[in-house]
């Protein structure tokens, strides 16, 4: 059983700064990609960014330059820490991830609950 444990969304304020974290536990062998995701009301899930590999990362064009993701590859952690941000940030983000839970699976993705991130204007 895997489990992916968003933290760290909020209330802030525009141009404001927010650092989410999420954890992956459980039976993991490997993890291949981590990233970031979020719906707005009314909106589609979108992507925000993702680490495909050490030093790999992909970014929506919305947020390139003041969203910077990052992994702790000991602890199975990804980071977003989110800059200069504006109204239309407002979204809840989910974490996922790409993994094997033992040697020779397939890997399949794995979604965490969501955290809810509120930039007021």
């Known amino acids: 059983q895997v489990q992916l444990v968003e933290s760290g969304g909020g209330l802030v304020q525009a141009g404001g700064s927010l650092r989410l974290s999420c954890a992956a536990s459980?039976?993991?062998?490997?993890?291949?990609?981590m990233g970031w995701y979020r719906q707005a009301p009314g909106k589609e899930r979108e992507l925000v960014a993702r680490?495909?590999?050490?030093?790999?990362?992909d970014y929506a064009d919305s947020v390139k330059g003041r969203f910077t993701i990052s992994r702790d590859y000991a602890k199975n952690t990804v980071f977003l820490q989110m800059n200069s941000l504006r109204s239309e940030d407002t979204a809840v983000y989910y974490c996922?991830?790409?993994?094997?839970?033992?040697?020779?699976?397939?890997?399949?993705?794995?979604w965490g609950q969501g955290t809810q991130v509120t930039v007021s204007s």
């Open positions: 996922n991830a790409n993994l094997r839970t033992a040697y020779g699976e397939d890997s399949y993705w794995y």
């Open positions: 459980g039976r993991i062998f490997s993890i291949n990609a």
């Open positions: 680490i495909i590999s050490r030093g790999s990362a």
